[in-house]
């Protein structure tokens, strides 16, 4: 599959978000990774109206996946899901890079 793997729940909610924000036509999904959180690195995500020329393009018939340079090693094989439960809901991240990642899964360390 290349870089970045999104699930068919994810890439769904995604696009009803973006649709609900109104995001700009031909908006992509920008993934990155910043540094924070209690195991040193965080996931981010947002929509991006245009690509800056220092990503990484990953193209499915409905929607664009950008990842900055920088990020692409440590996104390298990660699969976005979504999941929908009493217990968890919200965007998942399977990271086969982090060494070690949080409780809350929003932070690993690479």
Do not use: W
């Amino acid at each position: 599959m290349g870089l970045i793997e999104v699930t068919p729940a994810a890439r769904d909610q995604v696009i009803k978000i973006m649709e609900k924000q109104h995001a700009a036509p031909g908006a992509a999904l920008r993934l990155f990774v910043q540094g924070g959180g209690c195991s040193g690195l965080t996931y981010g995500m947002s929509f991006d109206k245009q690509e800056t020329g220092d990503e990484v393009a990953f193209q499915d018939p409905q929607l664009t996946v950008v990842v900055d340079k920088a990020s692409a090693p440590l996104l390298q094989g990660v699969k976005v899901d979504f999941l929908l439960g009493l217990e968890a809901s919200g965007f998942k991240i399977y990271n086969p890079n982090a060494k070690e990642s949080c409780s809350c899964g929003k932070s690993f360390s690479a």
